[in-house]
T-cell receptor
């Protein structure tokens, strides 16, 4: 199994508070992704990174920011959480020269 | 606009029979297609993939077929086993620079009955 760890695994937070989710990999893969999974929508790309300090927006990036200061860590931040951001968040990693992405276990976030 | 569509939210198949999961796409720029399997409370796991230059790829009990002219792919599982019960996601990739961002369908829940 690919070495991907997401933390926390579960979080409940209040509307308007900042939240940071962490993805840590031990595979030294160049590409890292954040997806959210919602009923009826499958998985949708939030942001991705193609190297240290190199990030770009995905399909549903509004309200989210990311940072990648080290190859192994990719952080997703909700600056001011809203109820619409209640979801399951998945981090994925991908090596160069391949299209297969490997996913972490997910973080279930509830915004109340 | 859903670029990758899985029109069957659920499918029930008897153990030992064939399961066929379908996926349609609209973006002609997609050049690589993947299937992922997901159990509850776990992340998706990669199952099988196919390049747009091929029309079939087989791996044990799993075969993926690609019909580019129809923009359609399907996953065949034969024989189906109870452990195959999960949600299956179809995904497609179109390279942007060097990153291969995946676009997912909404998933099909497969239930394999005894």
């Amino acid at each position: 199994d690919a070495g991907i760890t997401q933390s926390p695994r579960h979080k409940v937070t209040e509307t308007g508070t900042p939240v940071t989710l962490r993805c840590h990999q031990t595979e030294n893969h160049r590409y890292m992704y954040w997806y959210r999974q919602d009923p009826g929508h499958g998985l949708r790309l939030i942001h991705y990174s193609y190297g240290v300090k190199d990030t770009d927006k995905g399909e549903v990036s509004d309200g989210y920011s990311v940072s990648r200061s080290k190859t192994e860590d990719f952080l997703l931040t909700l600056e001011s959480a809203t109820s619409s951001q209640t979801s399951v968040y998945f981090c994925a990693i991908q090596g160069g020269g391949t299209d297969e992405a490997f996913f972490g276990q997910g973080t279930r976030l509830t915004v109340v | 606009d859903q670029q990758v569509k899985q029109n069957s939210p659920s499918l029930s198949v008897q153990e030992g029979r064939i399961s066929i999961l379908n996926c349609d796409y609209t973006n002609s720029m997609f050049d690589y297609f993947l299937w992922y399997k997901k159990y509850p409370a776990e992340g998706p796991t990669f199952l099988i993939s196919i390049s747009s230059i091929k029309d079939k790829n087989e791996d044990g009990r799993f075969t993926v077929f690609l019909n580019k002219s129809a923009k359609h792919l399907s996953l065949h599982i034969v024989p189906s086993q109870p452990g195959d019960s999960a949600v299956y996601f179809c995904a497609a990739s179109a390279r942007t620079g060097t990153a291969s961002k995946l676009t997912f369908g909404t998933g099909t829940r497969l239930q394999v009955t005894l």
